[in-house]
């Protein structure tokens, strides 16, 4: 195997630059039709480069997963549930949540769906007690519209059904279609609110 490329191992941004390829080839092929010597050649770098920023594939893939899911709950986080309506709130989280998984440049999301399941030990671990984290968010925006009277069922099982929908609609979307993901987003919350609302 030829020695690592000096600039492979010591740029500032090649590990963003890895996360970023590999969770586009895992969401292409698949974590195991993806090795990381595909990851490598995407990018350019000697083939064993990767692993001077990562010991192992389960590792590239703890790393893209968790961001994507930390980026997620962060951005969640950053709207104001004070300073509007629980209608307007949930709103904004959608909206935000779609267009962020339906940008072409932002491909992990979908992998946080997915791919977390070739997880094991503990990263699995870790990577579900984030997923907890940012299912609080959305069961919480759920509780508000019903104390509004805009939902009637606002529990755990309902939470998971709505965000079955949300997170499924990368998987049929059409960036060529009709649709725009605003348009998708406002759908989505008017299908959730009870049509008294």
């Known amino acids: 195997m030829a020695r690592p490329r000096k600039a492979d191992i010591n740029s500032d941004n090649r590990r963003e630059h890895l996360i970023a390829t590999a969770a586009r080839l895992f969401l292409q092929k698949g974590y195991h039709g993806t090795t990381m010597r595909d990851v490598a050649a995407s ?13 192992s594939k389960q590792e590239l893939l703890f790393a893209v997963v968790t961001d994507g899911l930390r980026t997620c709950i962060d951005r969640l986080m ?16 959608v909206r935000t ?9 932002v491909v992990r999301i979908p992998l946080v769906v997915d791919e977390w399941r070739h997880l094991e030990g503990e ?14 968010l959305w069961l919480s925006a759920l509780q508000r519209l019903q104390a509004a009277g805009l939902v009637s069922k606002a529990n755990r099982l309902s939470c998971r059904f709505f965000l079955s929908a949300l997170t499924r609609v990368s998987t049929w ?25």
């Open 123 to 136: 990263p699995r671990q870790t990577f579900l007690d984030l997923r907890r984290q940012h299912e609080d």
């Open 97 to 105: 949540y779609t267009v962020d998984m339906l940008d072409e440049k």
């Open 173 to 197: 979307y059409d960036s060529q279609g009709s649709l725009t993901p605003l348009q998708i987003a406002d759908e989505l919350v008017d299908w959730v609110v009870s049509p008294q609302a």
């Open 43 to 55: 990018i350019n770098m000697q083939a064993g480069s990767p692993f001077y920023h990562f010991s």
């Open 78 to 93: 950053a709207i104001d549930p004070e300073s509007q309506s629980p209608l307007d709130y949930f709103r904004t989280m």
